[in-house]
Structures are given as structure tokens and as C-alpha cells.
Nanobody
Framework: QLQLVESGGGLVQPGGSLRLTCAGS????????IGWFRQAPGKEREGVSC???????KYADSVKGRFTIARDEAKNEVYLQMNNLKREDTAVYYC???????????????????WGRGTLVTVSS
């Protein structure tokens, strides 16, 4: 089964940047739609961004213009470049994968087959 590993989280000041990486364990990783989701303390998990296998991309309104999702097919990795970070971006960020792109592109937490364990992003001064 495909496994996902997130990395790149950490502590950053408001206005700063981070790049998260989601690494896939299998060569068919690029057939999957890959999404980034986050869960802040005391809140439900929410969708942040998704890229389909056909390079269709979707962003939550709260991150449009600040976050960029990209895929490196040669490395079996998907990145989330986060710029102009705000305190409200503080959360555990998860990547998730599914061969069906609908749930991912709708930024729905239900219906995605594979999840990573998450990486913590803390935005604080």
C-alpha cells in the first residue's frame, strides 16, 4: 500500500515562509490525487489544497494567493509552499492520497484512501 511521509514543518514568525513535502513510497504515486489538509487545536480537519494526477489544482479560500501546491514526478513528492504565514495557519498539516480525484479536489476530508502522520506548523512571534 502507498505510504506518505510529511516533512518541513516547524516554527515560523508571522509573514514568514515554509515548504512542506509529502513523499510517496511507490512509483505509482503520480497516479494519485494528493491533498494537503490541516487540523488546528480544537478544530476539525479542513482541506487546504489539492493537485490531481492531471495537474488540476485547488486551494481553500483562506490560503489562495499565499500557498502553492506543486508535484515533482521524478521524486514522487508533492510540495506545499506557504508564504505570508499567519497565526491562524498554525496546525498539524497532513497529506492524503486517492486514485479518485473528486474528494481531493473538493477538499473533503472524507473519502481519501491514504493519509500521512502529519507535520506541525506553528506560526508565532
Amino acid at each position: 500500500q502507498l505510504q506518505l511521509v510529511e516533512s518541513g514543518g516547524g516554527l515560523v514568525q508571522p509573514g514568514g515562509s515554509l515548504r512542506l513535502t509529502c513523499a510517496g513510497s511507490r512509483s505509482d504515486f503520480n497516479l494519485y490525487a494528493i491533498g494537503w489538509f490541516r487540523q488546528a487545536p480544537g478544530k476539525e480537519r479542513e482541506g487546504v489544497s489539492c493537485t490531481s494526477s492531471g495537474d488540476t489544482k485547488k486551494y481553500a479560500d483562506s490560503v489562495k494567493g499565499r500557498f502553492t501546491i506543486a508535484r515533482d514526478e521524478a521524486k514522487n513528492e508533492v510540495y506545499l509552499q506557504m508564504n505570508n504565514l499567519k497565526r491562524e495557519d498554525t496546525a498539524v498539516y497532513y497529506c492524503a492520497a486517492d486514485l479518485q480525484e473528486t474528494s481531493c479536489l473538493d477538499l473533503l476530508t472524507e473519502g481519501l484512501e491514504v493519509w500521512g502522520r502529519g507535520t506541525l506548523v506553528t506560526v508565532s512571534s
